[in-house]
């Protein structure tokens, strides 16, 4: 079974995690260790490391997806169609609210590394 997810790097994982790389390559060690990933040489840079769900670590995959889904269904049947609506553009303002904060941080952590 093939989700159709790509190698990734690890350096990836880690700007997306928001986490340094020494962190995700212990999750990655972990994970391996269970059967849920394996890593790849990259052929063109043999430095570079590409992590790739094995056929069960899609699996667990799918399951969790699934069961995010059913119950983000359950939720939404629980709340009702206004009060999802308004759940919905409370989440939408706390990740505004994030974004802008994250980048009002990383606009005065450039002001301070221009001054050194």
């Known amino acids: ?4 997810y ?5 350096s990836e994982i880690s700007k997306r995690m928001q986490v ?3 962190t995700v390559t212990q999750l990655v060690k972990s994970l ?4 849920l990933v394996e890593r790849n040489n990259d052929l063109v840079d043999r430095r570079s490391v ?4 094995t056929e069960k670590g899609e699996e667990v995959a ?8 059913a119950t983000m269904s359950g939720l939404i049947e629980y709340l009702g169609e ?3 609506e308004q759940f ?3 989440l939408l303002n706390v990740s505004r609210y994030f974004r802008e904060r994250e980048a009002d941080m990383l606009y005065f952590q450039g002001i301070g590394d221009d001054e050194a």
């Open 32 to 35: 391996e260790a269970h059967g």
């Open 50 to 53: 590409g992590v790739r769900l």
């Open 6 to 10: 790509p190698d990734i790097k690890v």
């Open 62 to 69: 799918r399951q969790a997806l699934e069961t995010f889904l």
């Open 20 to 22: 340094t790389s020494p």
């Open 82 to 84: 206004e009060q999802s």
């Open 1 to 4: 079974m093939d989700l159709g």
């Open 88 to 90: 919905i553009e409370l």
